[in-house]
């Protein structure tokens, strides 16, 4: 069996309801996922599945239970570090690409890479090639604003993979494309995740791409199980 990259134990986590009640979301949540596996995760909106995805990248803490990345514990790290683990290891994809709007698609896949202060050429070249990897090679200049949403997309995958991450993250990555630009999309995803042995977890509300995972698990209830 391959290592593991993510690990859950007994991962929990309540939001307040009005004044004194409590809404558990997730409920001591055990996951492993080893490397390069896909793994979609599905259920009804506001089963918790963004939680989990924002615990499991070290964006929000749990209440209870650990989250492991590579084996360290992401809540005994400083804040600090944390956030360098993260852009070490991780990449995430959301269903607003979340691309800066000033900046060329070249400058915006650069960004992980200048943050963790590899030389702007170094940054810009490999961007560059990314971007080329997911079909924009002819549109490293263009601003968000002149790419259509697929494009838009394939921008953000570039940006997630760029740093070479163990797992990437996405939070309903083609909810805001028309279906055969979400399954353009989503293959291209799940092709360029293989390619480069990442893990992949997908929030995803489409069965249809879920089916193409390596394993669907179902949260409902604020429990994790495997669908079928």
């Known amino acids: 069996m391959s290592k593991i990259i993510l690990a859950t134990a007994a991962l929990s986590k309540s939001f ?24 979609a995760i599905v259920g009804a909106s506001g089963s918790g599945k963004s939680t989990l995805l924002h615990l499991l990248g070290g964006l929000d803490k749990p209440d209870s239970g650990k989250v492991e990345l590579l084996g360290q514990d992401f809540f005994a790290l400083s804040e600090a570090l944390r956030g360098d683990w993260r852009n070490r290891h991780l ?10 709007p000033e900046f060329s698609a070249l400058d915006n896949v650069a960004m992980p890479l200048l943050i963790r202060r590899v030389r702007q050429k170094e940054a810009r070249q490999k961007a560059g090639m990314m971007l080329e990897a997911v079909g924009l090679g002819a549109r490293v200049t263009h601003r968000p604003g002149e790419l259509s949403g697929g494009e838009r997309q394939r921008a953000a995958i570039a940006r997630a993979l760029v740093t070479e991450p163990d797992a990437i993250l996405a939070d309903e990555p083609t909810g805001n494309l028309d279906r055969q630009t979400a399954e353009e999309v989503f293959n291209l ?16 509300h489409a069965p249809e791409l879920a089916a193409r995972a390596d394993r669907i698990l179902t949260l409902s209830d604020g429990r994790l199980e495997d669908a079928a």
């Open 189 to 204: 995803l799940l092709r360029q995740a293989k390619e480069r042995a990442a893990s992949l977890i997908v929030v995803t």
């Open 16 to 39: 307040a309801q009005g004044k004194e009640a409590m809404l558990t979301v997730l409920s001591k949540i055990n996951l492993a996922v080893h490397a390069g596996e896909t793994i």
């Open 91 to 100: 990449g995430f994809i959301y269903q607003f690409h979340h691309l800066l």
